[in-house]
């Protein structure tokens, strides 16, 4: 889970707004995810990172899904998403802290375990409780799909993405005695016009950004205990070495002589 620094008020970010469709019962969150994606590639250029076009593309439409459920879930809570795909084999890395409205998260292209079906993780801590974790398997290798299984199978209720432009989606999702004939026939064209045939009650207005918050001081506590064991495993005889943020996929060079000093100062 993220450590985050609250964002500056005056910043920008992705707004997500969530409505309530009264007398169907229903959530509904949306956004134009423009900006999101921007902030995406500028990291991705920063750190030299260069994802294969179809996992860059599965990447955005899991990352607008995750935001999408973030700002329908409680203010309290941390989640963190694996979703595993068999074809093309790769994993999505999702990670949000809603108290900060932090989001990030990576592909992961390299040593994906080969298993005989897609697997969908999702880690949750809200508040002080302790993490809850649920698993599902899915089909296909579209993450909005797999979102919904999850929905379905551990949430115990429906929920359902739909693309309304070029870079807009919108979450549709139960609420108790929710109108399910309707639910089930919604298509992309009557949510985006869901305004104009419903009555829809504003409930938030959240705000999201890009932003993972790792350094150099968090890499070298992830590196600290097998430096204090087997230095060499390391190093070996070069001076510095490069790590990947494994939540974000940024790139830290660590010298032997800084992690030294950082190991030799730890308590």
């Known amino acids: 889970m993220p450590e985050t620094t609250p964002p500056d008020p005056a910043e920008s970010g992705l707004e997500i707004r969530t409505y309530y469709v009264r007398e169907r019962n229903a959530l509904i969150a949306r956004a134009d995810f ?23 593309a599965i990447f955005k439409r899991a990352l607008a899904a995750f935001a999408l459920h973030s700002a329908s879930r409680p203010w309290n809570e941390l989640t963190a998403w694996t979703i595993n795909f068999q074809q093309p084999l790769v994993n999505v890395f999702l990670v949000g802290d809603n ?13 994906v375990k080969e298993g005989p079906e ?24 579209d993450p909005m799909p797999a979102v919904e299984a999850f929905y379905r199978q551990s949430e ?6 739909f693309q309304l432009g070029e870079e807009e989606f919108a ?15 919604l298509d992309a064209a009557q949510v985006g016009e869901l305004d104009k045939k419903e009555t829809l009650s504003l409930l938030e ?20 205990p097998t430096m204090r064991q ?3 495993s390391l190093f070996g005889g070069d001076p ?5 943020c494994p939540r974000c996929g940024a790139r830290h060079a660590i010298t032997r002589e800084a992690l030294e000093a950082f190991v030799a100062s730890a308590p």
Request: include cysteine; glycine fraction near 8%.
């Open 34 to 56: 423009g900006e999101l994606f921007v902030d995406y590639y500028l990291h991705l250029s920063r750190y030299g990172l260069k994802p294969a076009a179809e996992h860059d």
């Open 99 to 111: 108290d900060t409205g932090a989001l990030a998260g990576r592909v992961f292209a390299d040593n």
């Open 118 to 141: 897609n697997l969908f993780y999702a880690d949750v801590v809200r508040g002080r409780q302790p993490k809850r974790r649920s698993a599902v398997a899915f089909q296909g290798a």
């Open 156 to 161: 115990q209720r429906g929920a359902r993405y």
């Open 171 to 185: 979450m549709v999702s139960e609420h108790p005695d929710c109108d399910l004939a309707w639910f089930a026939g």
């Open 205 to 224: 207005r959240r705000i999201y950004r890009w932003h993972c918050g790792c350094n150099q001081a968090r890499m070298m506590e992830v590196l600290a």
């Open 230 to 232: 087997d230095p060499e």
């Open 240 to 244: 510095k070495l490069e790590i990947r």
